[in-house]
């Protein structure tokens, strides 16, 4: 009989498929917030009219905002936002854009709560992996200027009370992670993803089908985390290509969305995942790769890899895909190359001398070390890499 453990975070609701902007004002009003901050992509703000009609809806409540936060999250853009939010008086961040604006703002909310003004000052707040492969997680108090966020990419992110933010001094994204920092809403408007660039879109949606594979396929899967994995699939499967072929479908761009949320059911509830995502980790922070990108060149090698251990449970993917007689990692190597996206190594910039600095880099993320074909010492991470090249 499956024995586990399903912990919950401090998200109060997630609104789908109603306006942005009104939503956000709406959000405001219930949380009674009256100094609105608000951290934003850039392009969001420069080339599109969304981010305008987000202060209109607020009003006065509109204190300030941040257009800076480059991918990856790193700490000085973090510090950055954090020193104007709080100049600012904020009592409300609102968070809108792709996954480092969502990741940055959660680690913000950190600096604003602990009076964090300067790139040192974060160390004592980020987890670390000790010897044993097990993370640590140092105690501090919640924030208490809570975070709304409305995501236009995939990663999924908004979801999780983890933070990944990069330190760009020993180029290495490191995590921050406390329940309380998790969004207190999550607002899902598939109509304001049109902006978003093709390749970030589709991109960051692999990494959502990532997060639904990696989940059925842990160590800690039980009967909920699978459900909702297998349904991630279903609607990824659906929804990626239909946007591929038609921008303009916002019933596919919403049914991504839905599809990125199931996704994270067991990453924000306890689960424990494998080498894609630890792999994953150390390409974006070790190696500038973007975030989407780290799932299209590593997940279906990492499914080869650990065919041996788990082939059974892997059929139940390539179900879930519609394709039960194909391997999953050939159905998802056909989806990501359909998508138009990058499928090797060399393609995202990664050259096989960076392989060794990689792989030991790899033996400092947890997620390495509950791979579900065991994973013990750098070598092993190589031999991924080469699949991958």
Same mark, same amino acid.
């Given at each position: ?37 608000? *951290? ?344 991924? *890499?080469?699949?991958?090249?």
């Amino acid at each position: 009989m499956q024995q586990g453990q399903i912990n919950l975070t401090a998200m109060e609701r997630v609104i789908f498929g109603k306006p942005a902007a009104e939503a956000i004002a709406e959000e405001a009003d219930r949380i009674g917030a009256k100094r609105v901050f608000l *951290l934003v992509g850039g392009t969001l703000n420069r080339e599109t009219d969304e981010v305008r009609k987000v202060e209109s809806a607020l009003g006065d409540r509109f204190c300030g905002l941040h257009d800076t936060m480059p991918a990856h999250s790193p700490r000085h853009a973090v510090v950055a936002c954090a020193n104007a939010a709080r100049e600012a008086g904020a009592d409300l961040l609102v968070t809108f854009g792709g996954g480092s604006v969502t990741d940055g703002g959660k680690a913000v909310t950190i600096c604003l709560k602990h009076g964090i003004s300067d790139e040192d000052g974060m160390e004592a707040y980020r987890t670390v992996v000790g010897e044993d492969g097990k993370r640590v997680f140092p105690n501090y108090d919640a924030p208490d200027v809570r975070q709304v966020a409305v995501p236009t990419t995939l990663s999924g992110g908004e979801f999780n009370a983890r933070a990944g933010v990069t330190d760009t001094r020993v180029r290495l994204k490191q995590s921050f992670v406390h329940r309380g920092i998790v969004p207190v809403s999550v607002i899902l408007d598939g109509a304001v993803t049109r902006h978003t660039p093709e390749w970030l879109f589709l991109s960051t949606g692999i990494r959502a089908v990532d997060h639904a594979v990696e989940t059925y396929l842990s160590l800690d899967a039980n009967d909920f985390w699978d459900g909702a994995a297998l349904h991630a699939l279903r609607l990824l499967g659906e929804g990626l290509p239909r946007v591929k072929a038609d921008p303009e479908d916002i019933e596919a761009r919403q049914k991504c969305l839905m599809g990125a949320w199931l996704s994270m059911t067991g990453i924000v509830s306890g689960t424990r995942l494998g080498a894609s995502h630890a792999i994953g980790h150390i390409l974006g922070g070790s190696a500038d790769v973007p975030h989407g990108y780290t799932s299209c060149v590593m997940l279906p090698y990492v499914l080869a890899w650990n065919e041996p251990v788990n082939g059974a449970r892997q059929k139940n993917l390539a179900a879930a895909l519609g394709q039960p007689n194909i391997p999953a990692s050939e159905i998802l190597d056909k989806l990501i190359a359909g998508l138009g996206m990058p499928r090797h190594l060399r393609d995202v910039g990664v050259s096989e001398n960076e392989f060794p600095r990689l792989a030991e880099n790899c033996m400092l993320d947890d997620w390495t070390f509950s791979n579900p074909r065991e994973i013990r010492s750098p070598d092993q991470v190589m031999e991924i *890499l080469r699949s991958a090249v």
